[in-house]
């Protein structure tokens, strides 16, 4: 009788973080050096070793713990989060995480950031033109 837990398939883990951040098999596998066959091998596996398991969350970009403990229920409260911030005012959330700001002013803020930022590097381009031109004047 197998009493192992299904949800903890590492396997099919690994497929649904590599779906969420947007990645082919067959681009894991070029990463793995190996074939795209042996990572659908790899998603099909209940368990993995422990330094391909590493190499994986690496090209993935998270950690083996990230794999280990991913849930889908907790990626789906996340981003449920973002739906309705209104209903953000109670703490009783069974474990979701619970958003305190609007993502799109965030995403303003860093836009404004990112403009600063811009028109400071343009300003020090006009003065380095500016600066190379004396010279080429004064010669």
């Not at 197998?2 to 690994?14: A, Q």
């Not at 009783?92 to 400071?120: C, H, Q, R, W």
């Amino acid at each position: 009788m197998n009493t192992t837990n299904p949800t903890n398939h590492i396997g099919r883990k690994i497929g649904r973080i590599r779906e969420l951040r947007s990645m082919k098999q067959e681009t894991l596998a070029n990463e793995l050096g190996v074939s795209q066959q042996t990572v659908s091998n790899i998603e099909k596996s209940e368990t993995i070793e422990t330094e391909l398991l590493a190499q994986v969350a690496s090209i993935l970009g998270v950690t083996t713990d990230a794999i280990e403990s991913f849930s889908e229920d907790a990626v789906i409260n996340y981003f449920n989060t973002f739906h309705d911030q209104s209903s953000n005012t109670s703490n009783t959330n069974n474990g979701s995480v619970n958003m305190t700001f609007n993502p799109l002013d965030k995403l303003i803020e860093a836009y404004e950031e990112n403009k600063k930022l811009y028109m400071l590097l343009v300003e020090a381009e006009k003065s380095k033109v500016q600066y190379l031109e004396k010279i080429l004047n004064n010669k």
